[in-house]
Structure formats: C-alpha cells, structure tokens
C-alpha cells in the first residue's frame, strides 16, 4: 500500500491505495466520482477524460501513484454554485448527447480546450475532440455544442 494526496474537483483527498491502482479505479471506486466512465481500458475512446494539471489525460491510462500532488477536474467538478458549465449547458442545449456514455468525456475535452482556444474554427475542434469516440452520433451536434459554449463564454 502507499499512500497519495489528490485535488479533485477543488477538494484535496489522502488515500492509500495499492501501488497498481489505476486513477480511473481511485476516481471511481474510491471517491465516487462516477461520471468518470470506462470505455475501453486502453486509452482509445477518451470516455475517462478527466483534466490533470490543466491538461486533458486519460485515466485509465494514468496510475494513481503518478497522478500523486496533482490536480484532477472531474465532469462533476464543472458545476460551480449549482450552474452548469458553459459547456455543460450547450451539450444539452444543442442536443449533444445521444446514450449519454461518452458525454462527461466529450465535455472534459472541450473544456480543456476552450481553456486554452483563442477563436477555435470547426477543425480546430474536431481536433480537439478527436481522443473521444462516439458511437451513437455523427459528431456534429457536439462539435455545435462547443462552438456555443465558447460563443457563451465570449459573450457572443
């Protein structure tokens, strides 16, 4: 067993954990941060995107020995005072989600990268997104969603 110190969702945690644990199974398992899903376990459909230090990561990927010190943004950690995230709310304004399974993904990626976008063009977003797979739409619903986000954002 070791024992890590994490920031999730502004709130830091102390765990000890088995030195195999995956970030995805702490996030999950052991603090309940459910709206992290596993897809496919190797890194190919982005259904457990989470940000980590301000970048977008994988975390079934990510061992949680090496995720130790950082700090972790979960879908559950957008909503801020009870209001959704920009992104949040243009996801279910333009109807972005189909299952909903890949949806938290989706939005973890979009938001990482609006962080950081400066007037993002349609490519620029299929880009960004293109670590996350879909398998009941076509794309773009959730590629409209994140240019509303980012015109909400900017007051456009």
Same mark, same amino acid.
């Given at each position: 067993?070791? /024992?890590?110190?994490? /920031?999730?969702?502004?709130?830091?945690?102390?765990?000890?954990?088995?030195?195999?644990?995956?970030?995805?199974?702490?996030?999950?398992?052991?603090?309940?941060?459910?709206?992290?899903?596993?897809? *496919?376990?190797?890194?190919? *459909?982005?259904?457990?995107?989470?940000?980590?230090?301000?970048?977008?990561?994988?975390? *079934?990927?990510?061992?949680?020995?090496?995720? /130790?010190?950082?700090?972790?943004?979960?879908?559950?950690?957008?909503?801020?005072?009870?209001?959704?995230? +920009?992104?949040?709310? =243009?996801? %279910?304004?333009?109807?972005?989600?189909? *299952?909903?399974?890949?949806?938290?993904?989706?939005?973890? =990626?979009?938001? =990482?990268?609006?962080?950081? =976008?400066?007037? +993002?063009?349609?490519?620029?977003?299929?880009?960004?997104?293109?670590?996350?797979?879909?398998?009941?739409?076509?794309?773009?619903?959730?590629?409209?969603?994140?240019?509303?986000?980012?015109?909400?954002?900017?007051? %456009?």
């Amino acid at each position: 067993m070791i /024992n890590i110190k994490l /920031n999730v969702n502004g709130k830091d945690y102390s765990l000890e954990i088995e030195e195999d644990k995956r970030l995805i199974d702490v996030l999950r398992e052991d603090l309940r941060f459910t709206g992290v899903k596993e897809g *496919c376990s190797e890194g190919e *459909c982005g259904a457990c995107s989470v940000i980590m230090d301000g970048r977008i990561v994988n975390s *079934c990927l990510v061992m949680a020995v090496q995720a /130790n010190g950082s700090s972790i943004v979960t879908v559950e950690g957008l909503v801020k005072d009870g209001e959704l995230d +920009p992104v949040q709310r =243009a996801f %279910i304004e333009k109807g972005a989600t189909q *299952c909903g399974y890949c949806t938290p993904g989706f939005i973890m =990626a979009a938001r =990482a990268f609006l962080n950081r =976008a400066k007037d +993002p063009t349609r490519e620029e977003i299929r880009e960004a997104i293109s670590g996350n797979l879909c398998r009941c739409t076509g794309y773009n619903k959730i590629v409209d969603a994140i240019e509303e986000a980012y015109r909400y954002e900017k007051g %456009i």
